[in-house]
């Protein structure tokens, strides 16, 4: 569930601050309201720097009711880039407009101001250059895909082009529901392209690599492993297959390793959910595997990373096993579509 921290500096911004909250809440946003005035019980008990630096950090968007100003000058000391910034979104307390002001695309600012202007009914008000032209907005669509944007460079490269109204190629190596936006063409090539794979693929001379965040590492090994020796293993595994470490979304392993300190912080240092299954549940999973008598008297069942990796994803092996240092690692993934819905030309 994303979470919004609300602030409102009047006593009619905060009763406009309520009202989004309800309205964001019924679309499944955590909303927590704060009020910037001496009047309220809800006042912040510090300064306004302390309650923006900690929602920078706890929350997916802030959004402030009062003037645009004061969000400027708060807000810039701890501004990271654009691919960590939260959302933040200005509501003049009058209710009249919803700025998107920080993280259009990629923290979702321009779909957040837009949908706060349907429950106020305020005027949204989106200055992004794709938006302002009525332009497909390739790392807005992306999130919205669960796609990795590989580097932000080549993102730029194709709102450019299209821009310029010259054309972006695409590529998908996934099945592709609805027709591409205006300005994009399906092509093998050519100066600037998007191209959707869990591969490092790279067909067009710029080239946009989108990855799907869909697969689920199969994890065993040693007991007392650390964290940095799973991690070396885990990049030679995908330096050797060509496979995107980005498509990873979490891991998987047997019970057993559930007290296995090095796994869990190779996890949280990562942002990897991490699953455990029984022997008897990932014995239960059908395939074929790289079966290992020692494994099966150790764990108990004689495959741990290529079977939880495929009860974990509901997929098909996308990385058979690989071992390194105590360490085995494989992948799998479920069946994955990119859909063009017709939203990126109706903005």
Known sequence: MSRAALIAFSARGE????????????NGWDCRVAVARKESPRRIPGSLSEWTRAAFSAAQALIFVGAAGIAVRVVAPYLRGKDRDPAVVVVDDGGKFAVSLLSGHLGGANRLARKIARITGAVPVVTTATDSAGLFSVDEWAKGQNLAICTLK??????????DGRPVGFQSDFPVLGPPPRGLQYAEGGPVGICVSLRENRKFDTTL????RIAVLGIGCRRGIAAGDIAAAVRGAFARSGISIRCVAGVCSVSLKRDEPGLAEFCRSR??????FSPEELGRVPGEFSGSPFVRRVTGVDNVCERSAVLGSGGRLIL????ENGVTVAAAAPEYHVVFDGEESRR
Do not use: M, T, W, Y
Not at 15 to 26: D, H, P
Not at 155 to 163: E, F, I, R, T
Not at 271 to 276: A, E, H, I, T
Not at 320 to 323: G, I, M
């Open 15 to 26: 009763a406009l601050a309520e009202k989004i909250a309800r309205g964001l809440s019924q």
């Open 154 to 163: 080549e993102a730029k490269a194709v709102s450019a082009a299209l821009l």
């Open 209 to 212: 690599l989108l990855v799907p």
């Open 271 to 276: 942002g990897f959910s991490l699953r455990f």
């Open 320 to 323: 058979k096993k690989q071992a």
